[in-house]
């Protein structure tokens, strides 16, 4: 895998981990699985509250991807300079998905090489 798909993986990680924690979740676990066709990322914890935006930032993530903007998202995934990039995510990842049990959300992204 080149150096830079793991930067990107490394930013995409970083941006879901501070939505969820602005969303105040607690025992928050990552599963990462890369390799030569695609990255892989689940999160899951437990919600101490609804997440409002949860299906309108899922429905951004599986937006069209934007191959030629991504150099320049990559580098604002995770900066701090909005509270909610996950627009940027999207034009990033080919997929997400969320699934909700109670109060253990499970989400997963991937992004095909």
Do not use: C
């Not at 990107?8 to 890369?34: C, F, H, P, Q």
């Not at 101490?48 to 599986?62: A, K, S, Y």
């Not at 049990?101 to 992204?109: P, Q």
């Amino acid at each position: 895998m080149r150096r830079r798909e793991l930067y990107k993986a490394r930013k995409m990680v970083d941006e879901l981990t501070g939505y969820l924690l602005r969303n105040r979740i607690k025992s928050l676990s990552i599963y990462l699985d890369l390799n030569d066709e695609r990255v892989q990322i689940s999160l899951w914890g437990q919600l101490t509250e609804d997440i409002p935006d949860l299906e309108d930032v899922i429905r951004l993530m599986n937006a069209k991807r934007v191959p030629e903007m991504e150099e320049y998202y990559e580098h604002l995934l995770g900066s701090g300079i909005e509270d909610n990039d996950m627009n940027l995510l999207g034009a990033m990842v080919d997929e997400a998905t969320f699934v909700l049990r109670e109060d253990r959300l499970e989400i997963k992204v991937i992004r095909y090489l």
